[in-house]
């Protein structure tokens, strides 16, 4: 089947991420397909370069990478919620004059349409971390 | 395109989170692609249609006036649970926008007949 995930969780304070993290991964694992990782609301802070957790606790953006690079995943950030909330690429950076970029590579910043694609190809989208 | 449509579940109050405007953007770029789209209020999210609503003193927009533009954008079928309503001793008079109001084993259609169910 074909899956889609829309993360609404943002990686540390929420449970959430991580879950859709594992949710993805064993997706993979049982042979079904995943379209898109849509991140809106705090989900998008799961696309900043810039997370540092302590070397014994996950890295849940760098995991997030990781497994779009094996498994060449469609990662995309709500634009519009990313960037109200300083989380940019480097076009977003030169438009809003801020000094630096610090969406993660492996993430790329597009509009909410990119959710209702999803759904529209998807036969399964699931929702992590909503409902807050 | 296609005929999927989708289900915007809302749960949360009109203020406190962001949810209702994420909530209503993401209804309003359903309509954009030609989805069609339902808004299911639940829970405390039957507070976000009360009318007569002035967030403006904690730095809020109101919600009442992106809910006015709904129907333009062919939003028509707004649902509200009606325990929800009645927990809350709220009538649909209090409402800003007509309401279909459905009982347990209503959602429970909504969620079977729609393609695809967003929650907030």
Not at chain 2, 26 to 36: I, M, N
Request: aromatic letters at 6%; one cysteine or more.
């Amino acid at each position: 089947m074909i899956f889609s995930l829309v993360v609404q969780a943002s990686p540390v304070q929420s449970q959430g991420a991580e879950t859709a993290l594992r949710f993805a991964r064993a997706l993979l694992a049982s042979g079904h397909s995943i379209h898109r990782v849509f991140f809106y609301r705090d989900g998008i802070h799961n696309g900043t370069a810039l997370a540092s957790p302590p070397q014994d606790e996950a890295n849940i953006p760098a995991q997030w990478q990781a497994l779009a690079k094996e498994h060449q995943l469609d990662l995309v950030v709500c634009i519009a919620a990313a960037v109200r909330r300083g989380v940019m690429n480097e076009n977003e950076a030169k438009r809003y004059k801020k000094e630096s970029a610090n969406l993660a590579p492996g993430f790329e910043l597009s509009g909410l349409g990119q959710l209702v694609e999803a759904c529209l190809v998807s036969d399964r989208v699931i929702t992590f971390g909503g409902r807050s | 395109m296609s005929v999927d449509s989708i289900l915007i579940l809302v749960r949360s109050a009109p203020y406190g989170s962001s949810a209702a405007r994420d909530a209503l953007d993401a209804a309003l770029t359903c309509s954009v692609f030609e989805a069609p789209v339902t808004l299911l209020f639940m829970d405390d999210a039957v507070y976000q249609l009360l009318k007569g609503q002035s967030p403006a003193g904690i730095g809020q927009k109101n919600l009442n006036a992106i809910q006015q533009s709904l129907p333009l954008y062919d939003i028509d079928r707004l649902c509200v649970a009606q325990s929800a309503m009645a927990q809350r001793g709220l009538s649909e008079d209090q409402l800003a926008l007509p309401v279909e109001s459905v009982d347990a084993a209503q959602i429970a259609e909504l969620m079977a007949e729609h393609t695809h169910v967003l929650s907030f």
